[in-house]
C-alpha cells in the first residue's frame, strides 16, 4: 500500500500487507530497513537476493501462521498493489509494479484504495472459500489460490455495509413488531377495523457529518451515502480532496489532526453545534468521533479544544464496542462460551478511566502492551474475542475461527450469536478500519437508542497532559512493564513514583521517542492542574536524571 497515512501530502510511504491480510511481521523489520536504506541498484539486488528470496518459505507464511505454505514458484504469485490521493503515487506505483515484475512475479493495480481495503482484499484473494469475513462472488471463489487474481472491491462493500444493513433491518423490524404489539387492544376490547401499521422508522435521518480529510476516504465512502439513507442515516461527506480542497490532504483536517489538536477541522464552520460528526485519516484506518460546541469554528482557528468540541476518540469507540459486545455476550448459553478468551488491550497512553470501566464496571480482562499497532494487534490476535483500540482511532475486533465456529453451530436458535456472528463480519478483521468503524459505532448508537451524551456519560476522562523533551540519546532511556515503568537510567523511576503518590488519582511514565532523540512524558490526576503540573515535574526529573537538552521545563 503506498500511503504515508494521516502525514502531509508531501509525504510518502509504504505499508505492506501479510498473505493473511495483517501487518507486516516484526521480524521482517530489519529486512524492510535493509532494504529501505539501500544506495545502489546492486544493493537492492543483493537483499532482495540473500536477505528476502533466501527466507521466501518462511515469508509466504502469514503474520500469525494463518497462511503456512510450501515454497511456491515465482510465477504462482501475486502483489497486489494500491495506493492513496497523493500526486506521488502514480510514479511510485508505476516504480512498485515494474519492481515486482522485475522479480518474476505476478502484480495487479487495486488502483485508488484505502489500507483496510486493500487488507481486505489481501485476505479473500487467499481465502476465496470458507472466508469467515467476505462475502466473495462464485465466479472468484472458484478461481485458483494461486496466479494472478483480481478481487472485486465490491466484495468489501457486500461483505461489511451488506452484514450493517442485515442487522439494521433486523433491529427495525423488531421495533415495528414492538410497535404493533403496543398497539393491538387489550383481550376482548373491540378494536377499529383499520389496522395502522407502524412504520420501520419513524425518526427523521440522522445527519453524521464526515470530514473525509480530502483523501481516499471521500471515494470509498461515497458508496455508503445511498445505501445508509435507506436505514435512515445520512452522511454527509466534508473535506473531499475536490474543487478548492484539492492538494489538501490531512491539512487542518483528519482524524489525527481532530485527535490531537482537539479542534474541529477545516470546512465545518456551518456544522450546527452538537451535531454527530466524525473524521478518518488520509488512508481511512483511522477513525474518531466529534461534535461542534457552539460558537466553535473549522481548521483550528477555536482558542482551545476543550471549548470547541467534544471528542469521542479511540478509547470511547473502543468502550462502546466493549458494551455491546458484552451485552450480546451475556445473552448466549453459558456452556457455548466455556472456555472462550476475551482480551481488551490498551497501552499505557489509554486513559486510567477507560481501563478502570472496562475492568470494573465491564468485568472485562484488560492486557497491556508497548506503544504501536503491531503490539496490540498481536496480542488481540492471540484471544478468541480481541478488542483494541488506540486513543488515536486505529483498532478492530478480533473473532478467532473457534469462536466463529461456535457461533455458526447455534445462529439458528440464538439470536445473539447471529448477531454476533454477523459482527465479525462487519469488523475488518485483517486491520483497523475507518469505514468498518463508522458503521459499527451508527449501528451500536442506533441498537441502543443513545445520544452523543449518553455515549460520553459511560465513563469520564481523567484530566491528562503530554510533554516531549529532548535528549542526548533516547537510547539511554529504557523501559519495561509495556512501558509504563523506567528501568534506566538508575533512579528515574524512584523519583517518578515518588512524585506520582503526592497526587490524587496520579499516574504517570515516561518513554523514549521511536523516531527522535526526545523522551515522552503522560500524566493524568483528577483535575487538568494537577496533570499539568504532574506531567511538569515528571518531566523535570527526567530532564535532571537523563540529561534533558536545552532549557529545563
Given at each position: 500500500?503506498?500511503?504515508?497515512?494521516?502525514?502531509?501530502?508531501?509525504?510518502?510511504?509504504?505499508?505492506?500487507?501479510?498473505?493473511?491480510?495483517?501487518?507486516?511481521?516484526?521480524?521482517?523489520?530489519?529486512?524492510?530497513?535493509?532494504?529501505?536504506?539501500?544506495?545502489?541498484?546492486?544493493?537492492?539486488?543483493?537483499?532482495?537476493?540473500?536477505?528476502?528470496?533466501?527466507?521466501?518459505?518462511?515469508?509466504?507464511?502469514?503474520?500469525?501462521?494463518?497462511?503456512?505454505?510450501?515454497?511456491?514458484?515465482?510465477?504462482?504469485?501475486?502483489?497486489?498493489?494500491?495506493?492513496?490521493?497523493?500526486?506521488?503515487?502514480?510514479?511510485?506505483?508505476?516504480?512498485?509494479?515494474?519492481?515486482?515484475?522485475?522479480?518474476?512475479?505476478?502484480?495487479?493495480?487495486?488502483?485508488?484504495?484505502?489500507?483496510?481495503?486493500?487488507?481486505?482484499?489481501?485476505?479473500?484473494?487467499?481465502?476465496?472459500?470458507?472466508?469467515?469475513?467476505?462475502?466473495?462472488?462464485?465466479?472468484?471463489?472458484?478461481?485458483p489460490?494461486?496466479?494472478?487474481?483480481?478481487?472485486?472491491?465490491?466484495?468489501?462493500y457486500?461483505?461489511i455495509?451488506?452484514?450493517?444493513l442485515?442487522?439494521?433491518?433486523?433491529?427495525?423490524?423488531?421495533?415495528?413488531?414492538?410497535?404493533?404489539?403496543?398497539?393491538?387492544?387489550p383481550?376482548?376490547?373491540s378494536?377499529?377495523?383499520?389496522?395502522?401499521?407502524?412504520?420501520?422508522?419513524?425518526?427523521?435521518?440522522?445527519?453524521?457529518y464526515?470530514?473525509?480529510?480530502?483523501?481516499?476516504?471521500?471515494?470509498?465512502?461515497?458508496?455508503?451515502?445511498?445505501?445508509?439513507?435507506?436505514?435512515?442515516?445520512?452522511?454527509?461527506?466534508?473535506?473531499t480532496?475536490?474543487?478548492?480542497?484539492?492538494?489538501?490532504?490531512?491539512?487542518?483536517?483528519?482524524?489525527?489532526?481532530?485527535?490531537?489538536?482537539?479542534?474541529?477541522?477545516?470546512?465545518?464552520?456551518?456544522?450546527?453545534?452538537?451535531?454527530?460528526?466524525?473524521?478518518?485519516?488520509?488512508?481511512?484506518?483511522?477513525l474518531?468521533?466529534?461534535?461542534?460546541?457552539?460558537?466553535?469554528?473549522?481548521?483550528?482557528?477555536?482558542?482551545?479544544?476543550?471549548?470547541?468540541?467534544?471528542?469521542?476518540?479511540?478509547?470511547?469507540?473502543?468502550?462502546?464496542?466493549?458494551?455491546f459486545?458484552?451485552?450480546?455476550?451475556?445473552?448466549?448459553?453459558?456452556?457455548?462460551?466455556?472456555?472462550?478468551?476475551?482480551?481488551?488491550?490498551?497501552?499505557?497512553?489509554?486513559?486510567?478511566?477507560?481501563?478502570?470501566?472496562?475492568?470494573?464496571?465491564?468485568?472485562?480482562?484488560?492486557?497491556?502492551?508497548?506503544?504501536?499497532?503491531?503490539?496490540?494487534?498481536?496480542?488481540?490476535?492471540?484471544?478468541?474475542?480481541?478488542?483494541?483500540?488506540?486513543?488515536?482511532?486505529h483498532?478492530?475486533?478480533?473473532?478467532?475461527?473457534?469462536?466463529?465456529?461456535?457461533?455458526?453451530a447455534?445462529?439458528?436458535?440464538?439470536?445473539?450469536?447471529?448477531?454476533?456472528?454477523?459482527?465479525?463480519?462487519?469488523?475488518?478483521?485483517?486491520?483497523?478500519?475507518?469505514?468498518?468503524?463508522?458503521?459499527?459505532?451508527e449501528?451500536?448508537?442506533?441498537?441502543?437508542?443513545?445520544?452523543?451524551?449518553?455515549?460520553?456519560?459511560?465513563?469520564?476522562?481523567?484530566?491528562?497532559?503530554?510533554?516531549?523533551?529532548?535528549?542526548?540519546?533516547?537510547?539511554?532511556?529504557?523501559?519495561?512493564?509495556?512501558?509504563?515503568?523506567?528501568?534506566?537510567?538508575?533512579?528515574?523511576?524512584?523519583?517518578?513514583?515518588?512524585?506520582?503518590?503526592?497526587?490524587?488519582?496520579?499516574?504517570?511514565?515516561?518513554?523514549?521517542?521511536?523516531?527522535?532523540?526526545?523522551?515522552?512524558?503522560?500524566?493524568?490526576?483528577?483535575?487538568?492542574?494537577?496533570?499539568?503540573?504532574?506531567?511538569?515535574?515528571?518531566?523535570?526529573?527526567?530532564?535532571?536524571?537523563?540529561?534533558?537538552?536545552?532549557?529545563?521545563?
Amino acid at each position: 500500500m503506498i500511503t504515508a497515512s494521516h502525514n502531509p501530502i508531501e509525504d510518502n510511504g509504504v505499508k505492506m500487507v501479510e498473505p493473511d491480510g495483517g501487518m507486516l511481521p516484526q521480524a521482517f523489520e530489519p529486512i524492510a530497513t535493509e532494504l529501505a536504506n539501500c544506495s545502489s541498484d546492486e544493493e537492492v539486488a543483493s537483499v532482495l537476493r540473500d536477505r528476502v528470496m533466501a527466507s521466501a518459505p518462511a515469508a509466504t507464511s502469514g503474520a500469525h501462521g494463518a497462511h503456512a505454505t510450501a515454497p511456491v514458484a515465482r510465477g504462482a504469485l501475486t502483489v497486489l498493489v494500491g495506493h492513496d490521493t497523493r500526486p506521488s503515487a502514480p510514479a511510485l506505483m508505476a516504480a512498485a509494479l515494474a519492481g515486482v515484475h522485475a522479480m518474476g512475479v505476478h502484480a495487479h493495480s487495486c488502483g485508488c484504495v484505502t489500507t483496510p481495503q486493500l487488507h481486505f482484499l489481501v485476505y479473500i484473494a487467499n481465502h476465496p472459500t470458507g472466508s469467515p469475513a467476505a462475502a466473495v462472488p462464485a465466479a472468484q471463489a472458484a478461481a485458483p489460490a494461486t496466479g494472478p487474481v483480481s478481487p472485486p472491491l465490491q466484495s468489501y462493500y457486500d461483505t461489511i455495509v451488506g452484514a450493517f444493513l442485515t442487522l439494521m433491518e433486523e433491529h427495525q423490524q423488531q421495533q415495528q413488531q414492538q410497535q404493533q404489539q403496543q398497539q393491538q387492544p387489550p383481550a376482548g376490547s373491540s378494536s377499529s377495523s383499520s389496522t395502522t401499521t407502524a412504520a420501520i422508522s419513524t425518526s427523521p435521518a440522522d445527519t453524521v457529518y464526515v470530514d473525509c480529510a480530502n483523501g481516499v476516504g471521500a471515494a470509498q465512502l461515497q458508496p455508503l451515502v445511498p445505501a445508509l439513507a435507506g436505514v435512515g442515516i445520512r452522511l454527509q461527506l466534508r473535506n473531499t480532496g475536490l474543487g478548492a480542497a484539492a492538494g489538501l490532504l490531512n491539512c487542518k483536517c483528519g482524524a489525527d489532526f481532530v485527535q490531537k489538536e482537539r479542534l474541529p477541522p477545516s470546512d465545518f464552520a456551518d456544522v450546527p453545534a452538537g451535531a454527530r460528526c466524525c473524521s478518518v485519516d488520509g488512508d481511512a484506518d483511522r477513525l474518531v468521533y466529534f461534535s461542534p460546541a457552539a460558537g466553535s469554528s473549522g481548521g483550528g482557528s477555536g482558542s482551545s479544544g476543550s471549548s470547541s468540541m467534544g471528542l469521542w476518540d479511540g478509547d470511547k469507540v473502543a468502550m462502546l464496542a466493549a458494551v455491546f459486545i458484552r451485552d450480546l455476550m451475556s445473552q448466549l448459553p453459558a456452556e457455548l462460551m466455556e472456555g472462550v478468551q476475551v482480551c481488551c488491550v490498551q497501552t499505557a497512553y489509554a486513559n486510567g478511566a477507560s481501563t478502570a470501566y472496562l475492568r470494573d464496571v465491564l468485568q472485562l480482562p484488560v492486557v497491556c502492551t508497548p506503544t504501536g499497532v503491531k503490539y496490540l494487534h498481536e496480542a488481540a490476535h492471540g484471544a478468541d474475542l480481541g478488542l483494541y483500540f488506540e486513543s488515536n482511532g486505529h483498532g478492530t475486533v478480533l473473532f478467532s475461527a473457534r469462536l466463529r465456529e461456535r457461533l455458526a453451530a447455534v445462529a439458528g436458535s440464538h439470536p445473539a450469536a447471529r448477531q454476533l456472528l454477523l459482527l465479525s463480519r462487519l469488523i475488518n478483521q485483517t486491520v483497523g478500519d475507518a469505514i468498518s468503524g463508522l458503521l459499527l459505532v451508527e449501528l451500536i448508537l442506533r441498537r441502543k437508542g443513545w445520544s452523543l451524551a449518553q455515549w460520553q456519560g459511560l465513563y469520564t476522562d481523567l484530566p491528562s497532559r503530554q510533554l516531549k523533551l529532548k535528549v542526548p540519546d533516547r537510547t539511554s532511556i529504557t523501559t519495561a512493564d509495556a512501558e509504563r515503568v523506567c528501568v534506566s537510567p538508575a533512579g528515574l523511576q524512584e523519583a517518578i513514583d515518588a512524585i506520582v503518590a503526592k497526587v490524587p488519582q496520579g499516574r504517570a511514565f515516561a518513554r523514549p521517542s521511536g523516531t527522535e532523540d526526545a523522551v515522552r512524558v503522560y500524566a493524568e490526576a483528577g483535575s487538568q492542574e494537577a496533570a499539568d503540573a504532574l506531567a511538569r515535574e515528571v518531566a523535570q526529573a527526567v530532564y535532571d536524571l537523563a540529561g534533558g537538552v536545552g532549557p529545563r521545563p
